[in-house]
């Protein structure tokens, strides 16, 4: 009996052995993926178009870069990007050429854009809510003048809201450019939030008012913590437009003390005499770093809410 059952594991073993050898022939291996020769080719030509496209759009960058360490009297001479004479004398002339010191002009340009950022997330946030949570009268049609509004040119409301802040006599002071971020008048961006807030199920708003919350606590407590990308897309777009917006700062503010950065540039151009290039582009590369800072800072959560928006 012993030997029987010592037997029967060698003549089973040598079945199991043969059944896998046999699925093994049965079943065709997998020929590897090679790439094709065409398709290889297109993707080499599309990389390439790619980087001689991105060199063309970051060339003039480069160009005012390099030309920033050049004399005022060579750089229209040359418009190659290697530098024969190196001059840092553009950045402490610049520094110094203008009525302040240009880091006055940056602290100008940092207090309104803090306070554009402030307002641009507290109003909107505190509208896109509204148009996507709660139920009024007429909702669809404020939210079409909404959009609406996003078409409608800066060029044309510039007039009466000039008029307006002359009678309250705000001209000539950071208001004029801060005050209206306030009042949600950014209609992008409360586009954008109401687009992510839909996102987010409506089962935690339910859950949140068994709890006994109300709106406000819903948006605090529920809405904001959720909207962190969309609430830094929009603070790094509004500190990205606002650092660079040169038509409002020139409309209202007259006083050379009060000019933001890119006012402050313009006037190292005198159509009059001698304009200081250099020393203009020196100031560029600097007022150009905290927008690279913003940018980089914020870039993950800048795609993230981009591509989140108006996901279900």
């Not at 920033?68 to 004479?85: K, M, Y």
Request: with cysteine; aromatic share 12%.
């Amino acid at each position: 009996m012993t030997d029987l059952q010592a037997a029967a594991p060698a003549r089973l073993a040598p079945s199991r052995a043969d059944a896998t050898r046999a699925g093994s022939r049965q079943a065709p291996s997998r020929p590897e993926r090679r790439a094709h020769p065409a398709a290889t080719a297109r993707a080499l030509i599309k990389h390439l178009v790619l980087i001689a496209a991105s060199l063309v759009m970051i060339y003039p960058l480069l160009w005012m870069l390099v030309s920033s360490f050049r004399p005022t009297d060579v750089i229209f001479r040359t418009p190659g990007l290697w530098v024969n004479n190196l001059v840092t004398d553009n950045y402490s002339t610049g520094w110094n050429a203008l009525s302040e010191p240009f880091g006055h002009y940056l602290l100008n340009s940092a207090l309104v854009v803090v306070g554009a950022v402030l307002g641009n997330l507290t109003s909107c946030s505190l509208a896109a809510y509204a148009f996507a949570r709660l139920r009024f009268r007429l909702k669809t049609l404020w939210f079409s003048i909404m959009l609406v509004s996003i078409m409608l040119p800066i060029h044309v409301i510039v007039v009466p809201q000039y008029i307006l802040f002359n009678l309250l006599g705000w001209v000539n002071t950071f208001i004029p450019l801060v005050l209206p971020k306030f009042l949600a008048t950014d209609a992008f961006f409360v586009f954008l939030m109401v687009q992510f807030i839909r996102g987010i199920p409506r089962e935690l708003d339910e859950a949140a008012r068994i709890d006994g919350c109300g709106h406000w606590k819903i948006f605090t407590r529920v809405m904001l913590p959720l909207m962190g990308p969309a609430l830094a897309t929009t603070a790094v777009f509004t500190f990205i437009w606002t650092w660079s917006d040169f038509f409002t700062s020139l409309i209202y503010l007259t006083d050379p003390a009060k000019y933001t950065v890119p006012v402050a540039l313009r006037s190292f151009l005198d159509a009059t005499s001698g304009s200081n290039w250099g020393a203009m582009f020196a100031m560029s590369v600097v007022s150009l770093v905290p927008i690279f800072i913003a940018f980089l800072a914020g870039q993950r959560f800048l795609v993230k809410g981009i591509a989140t928006t108006g996901g279900k």
